[in-house]
């Protein structure tokens, strides 16, 4: 379980603890037996652990002490499981973790995509489930637009481990390769997959705010489980740093084998004018990237 994961559990305890604290405080106001029915349960277990009271006589004292806590709300008009511990999740309890050896819990899985998406800039609706082939104008487009949705489909079950761990779409603008772009980070977050969607463009803003401030900026472009860098050619050629960010993007990546989605609408001979040799080899390196060309009419600027 990550930090954060764990930290939300915690946090979550405290606020369901807090809560039911308040609601005792509140019943013991309404009504003074309270005070001596909720302390009854551990008055038992002292007893039990200092070997004056049998566990046959702890149960029973327990089971009784449980009816008149409840007949005691139900008379006050309140539900019978009011002062219940509180679970947001009542199959883990808030731990996050259920068995032996133990796994995260469905509610943790849900809370973890949560996570992973919020801090990932991927959106929740261009998505393979929301993919729709109407929009394509022809019928070879569409079985275009169709193809590369099983393609990317099969990207993202492939990873983290993917043969080839990087993929190159290009084409010119309107041809959803944002859409693609996002739909994988979306389907590699739901798989699990610690993933950073970001624009070529935001990555130079980001590395040069980063220099301003004396940060190392490129981190979350270096360590994303999957990183997804779309626009690639509309960031500032910034000299001494545009072309060494990418470079050293992509290396450090390769280095460590993590597969990298990049989305431009610069051709072969566009990478290699606008990079140079060095880094325009990198990013269409046939032994580590599926190269998609995506042609035909622009979907955004068509007539509907
Ligand atoms: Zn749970």
């Not at 309404?30 to 004056?52: H, I, N, T, W």
Request: include cysteine; proline fraction near 4%; aromatic fraction near 8%.
């Amino acid at each position: 379980m990550t930090n954060e994961l764990k930290r939300y559990y915690s946090d979550l305890r405290d606020k369901n603890y807090r809560l039911w604290q308040k609601r005792i405080a509140e019943c013991e106001a309404k009504d003074g037996r309270f005070r001596a029915l909720m302390d009854e349960p551990s008055r038992v277990f002292l007893q039990v652990g200092a070997g004056r009271l049998s566990s046959a006589a702890a149960i029973s004292r327990i089971a009784q002490n449980t009816a008149e806590r409840k007949n005691l709300l139900i008379s006050l008009g309140l539900p019978s499981d009011y002062l219940d511990p509180i679970y947001t999740c009542p199959k883990c309890q808030d731990r996050g973790e259920i068995g032996e050896p133990s796994k995260l819990c469905s509610c943790a899985l849900k809370k973890q995509q949560e996570l992973l998406l919020s801090a990932s800039c991927i959106n929740d609706r261009e998505t393979f489930g929301n993919f729709n082939e109407a929009i394509y104008p022809s019928s070879e487009q569409k079985k275009q637009g169709l193809g590369m949705k099983r393609f990317c489909e099969r990207y993202v079950a492939a990873l983290p481990h993917s043969e080839k761990p990087n993929l190159l779409i290009v084409g010119q603008s309107g041809l959803g390769k944002s859409y693609f772009g996002n739909a994988i980070g979306y389907a590699a977050i739901e798989a699990g997959v610690r993933t950073f969607k970001s624009t070529a463009y935001q990555c130079i803003q980001d590395i040069l705010s980063g220099i301003d401030a004396r940060e190392d900026a490129v981190a979350p472009y270096v360590s994303a489980e999957l990183l997804i860098l779309d626009d690639l050619g509309t960031e500032a050629m910034v000299p001494n740093v545009t072309i060494e960010t990418i470079f050293r993007i992509l290396n450090e990546r390769a280095a460590a084998m993590l597969p990298t989605v990049l989305i431009s609408n610069l051709d072969r001979e566009g990478l290699f004018e606008r990079y140079g040799e060095r880094v325009a080899s990198r990013i269409i390196d046939g032994a580590l990237t599926s190269i998609v060309l995506l042609r035909g009419e622009n979907l955004r600027t068509r007539i509907r």
